[in-house]
């Protein structure tokens, strides 16, 4: 060979073998689905995980809260989940011997925040709830809704209730309350009222004597008798009642019965579905929230609006500075799109684990790491 041709041919060989050095690097990079798994965990509490089919992610928790992928995660028949790295010699994992499992939604991305960012989280909600009160309230006291808009809404509730009212489930759960509450005041008035009574009634008799002696020796002019000693005996008895709280007491025991609360849901499911159906609600709702006077009363709100819209998919969805994307946000955001979130193993430090469990100990679902993956 000429060495014309000897100049082709050597750049071409190394081109080739600097793309098979690629290809081989590349290879020891991606997640193989043959790959022997390198860990094996056991959940503490099986009863408690969401279903976990097929494959998911496992991630790994750095120190600044955000996450890194580092593997794939199954579920075997004998309930052990077996985790395959990317890279068992990441450094990054040589800290992180603790599995937890978690469903990757905002309760998640939530608790993987920091302990800063939750507090700027809750100040943002605070505000906002604040200035929503404050919205509300010059809404409501405001002379657009008092005369246009709250005669029509309470016409509609009165409408509302007078329609549930009459509905026989309503009339059958409130003739079963009055038989409920039977026993409880027979137990009353023969307890607490009847010795009232008795007291004030004791030596009513000789007052009302004493009161128409005029009337009892009286033959020659016929006059009524005077009954003033039973009405301020009576009102006497029930002023005793009102100081001692008698009826209070008797009424919060028919509250508490079982027959008082079903029969409270009844009616306000019923009344709540006479408003829903009524089309006058949702016309008049829909003038008001597209009335352009009422912009004016809900100025408070635009302030905290906007600064939780910015802050808050910035801590819980946004990138760290200087970082990459958070993986498990993007994983967490994938689900909440497709309306499916998944499972996610996240592996991390047993203080970043006690961490967690102590801002929710609900969320993080435990895994116990065996000897053999």
């Given at each position: 060979?000429?060495?014309?041709?000897?100049?082709?041919?050597?750049?071409?060989?190394?081109?080739?073998c600097?793309?098979?050095?690629?290809?081989?690097?590349?290879?020891?990079?991606?997640?193989?689905?043959?790959?022997?798994?390198?860990?094996?965990?056991?959940?503490?509490?099986?009863e408690?995980?969401?279903?976990?089919?097929?494959?998911f992610?496992?991630?790994?928790?750095?120190?600044?809260?955000?996450?890194?992928?580092?593997?794939?995660?199954?579920?075997?028949?004998?309930?052990?989940?077996?985790?395959?790295?990317?890279?068992?010699?990441?450094p990054?994992?040589?800290?992180?011997?603790?599995?937890?499992?978690?469903?990757?939604?905002?309760r998640?991305?939530?608790?993987?925040?920091?302990?800063?960012?939750?507090?700027?989280?809750?100040?943002?909600?605070?505000?906002l709830?604040q200035?929503?009160?404050?919205?509300?309230d010059?809404?409501?006291?405001?002379?657009?809704?008092?005369?246009?808009?709250?005669?029509?809404?309470?016409?509609?509730?009165?409408?509302?209730?007078?329609a549930?009212?009459?509905?026989?489930?309503?009339?059958?759960?409130?003739?079963?309350?009055?038989?409920?509450?039977?026993?409880i005041?027979r137990?009353?008035?023969?307890?607490?009222?009847?010795?009232?009574?008795?007291?004030?009634?004791?030596?009513?008799?000789?007052?009302i004597v004493?009161?128409?002696?005029?009337?009892?020796f009286?033959?020659f002019?016929?006059?009524?008798?005077?009954?003033?000693?039973v009405?301020q005996?009576?009102?006497?008895?029930?002023?005793?009642?009102?100081?001692?709280?008698?009826?209070?007491?008797?009424?919060?025991?028919?509250?508490?019965?079982?027959q008082?609360?079903a029969?409270?849901?009844?009616?306000?499911?019923?009344?709540?579905?006479?408003?829903?159906?009524?089309?006058?609600?949702?016309?008049?709702?829909?003038?008001?929230?597209?009335?352009?006077?009422?912009?004016?009363y809900?100025?408070?709100?635009?302030?905290?609006?906007?600064?939780?819209s910015?802050?808050?998919?910035?801590?819980?969805?946004?990138?760290?500075?200087?970082?990459?994307?958070?993986?498990?946000?993007?994983?967490?955001?994938?689900?909440?799109?497709?309306?499916?979130?998944g499972p996610?193993?996240?592996?991390?430090?047993?203080?970043?684990?006690?961490?967690?469990?102590?801002?929710?100990?609900?969320?993080?679902?435990?895994?116990?790491?065996?000897?053999?993956?």
């Open positions: 060979m000429d060495d014309v041709g000897r100049s082709g041919v050597l750049p071409a060989l190394a081109s080739l600097l793309l098979g050095l690629f290809v081989a690097a590349g290879m020891a990079a991606l997640p193989l689905r043959g790959a022997p798994p390198n860990l094996s965990f056991v959940p503490v509490a099986p408690t995980l969401p279903p976990l089919n097929g494959t992610p496992v991630l790994t928790l750095r120190a600044d809260r955000s996450t890194i992928r580092s593997g794939y995660a199954n579920r075997d028949s004998d309930g052990r989940i077996r985790v395959t790295l990317y890279d068992p010699y990441e990054l994992l040589a800290d992180a011997s603790e599995g937890v499992l978690f469903s990757a939604d905002l998640a991305l939530w608790l993987l925040a920091t302990d800063e960012e939750r507090t700027r989280l809750r100040a943002g909600v605070n505000a709830a200035s929503l009160r404050q919205s509300a010059q809404v409501l006291h405001s002379p657009e809704f008092t005369n246009e808009y709250r005669p029509l809404l309470q016409d509609a509730a009165r409408h509302a209730i007078e549930a009212w009459k509905l026989p489930s309503t009339r059958a759960a409130y003739n079963e309350m009055l038989r409920g509450a039977e026993p005041l137990d009353v008035a023969n307890r607490e009222v009847r010795p009232l009574l008795m007291r004030r009634l004791d030596g009513l008799l000789w007052d004493q009161a128409n002696v005029g009337t009892v009286s033959v002019n016929a006059k009524p008798w005077n009954m003033a000693p009405e005996a009576v009102e006497a008895a029930l002023r005793d009642m009102r100081d001692q709280g008698v009826l209070e007491r008797a009424l919060a025991q028919i509250v508490e019965t079982r008082s609360k029969f409270l849901q009844v009616f306000a499911g019923n009344a709540i579905d006479a408003l829903a159906a009524d089309h006058r609600i949702e016309e008049t709702l829909f003038r008001l929230v597209t009335d352009p006077r009422m912009a004016a809900l100025s408070p709100m635009s302030g905290p609006t906007s600064d939780l910015l802050m808050a998919p910035r801590i819980l969805f946004g990138v760290r500075e200087g970082g990459d994307l958070n993986a498990v946000a993007a994983y967490t955001f994938n689900g909440l799109v497709g309306g499916r979130p996610v193993i996240i592996l991390m430090t047993p203080q970043q684990r006690d961490a967690m469990l102590s801002v929710d100990s609900t969320v993080p679902k435990l895994l116990v790491r065996s000897a053999t993956p």
